[in-house]
């Protein structure tokens, strides 16, 4: 399939690009956090599960012609996360997903890729309203939805817990 935005975007600061063999070690640094995780997983994950959640995110793009990409600072080319498009299955709809390792986080750099992502989701993708799934309790994570102009729309059930559903922008 090919895919339906582009597999590489471009910021100021950021490079936003298809996962590679060796990113699963920079992400660990967000999947073995409790505090970067209290929200989505709920416990640490191990190196095995960090490896298998990468790898699920590069399938994303092959079935869905989208998905998240790799966050690499360019100027250490480090990857410093993920954000980008999800929508697995069990979804409840197409949505904009951030996920940075808790030492990034405060300096921009989710609301620029997310903002990427964003500008990319309208150019590509218009027939698709996208979201962002949080979980009420997760204060900076509203605010990032927040500061790019999602709004708050509905609560809704995700595995047996209440997400907030926020709903980005459809127009510049």
Known sequence: ???LVPAELQTPRLLLRQFLDDDWQDLHDYYSDQDATRYTFGRLLTEGDT???MCGMIGHWQIRGYGPYAVEE?????VLGT????YPIDWPEPEIKWALARKHWGQGFASEAARAVQAAGKQYLP???LISLIHPDNLPSIRLARSIGAEFEREAPYEG???HVYRHPVTS
Do not use: H, L
């Open 83 to 86: 954000v980008g498009f999800w």
């Open 74 to 78: 360019k100027e250490t080319g480090k």
């Open 1 to 3: 399939m090919p895919y």
């Open 161 to 163: 817990k209440v997400f």
């Open 127 to 129: 027939d698709i309203s």
């Open 51 to 53: 490896w298998r959640i």
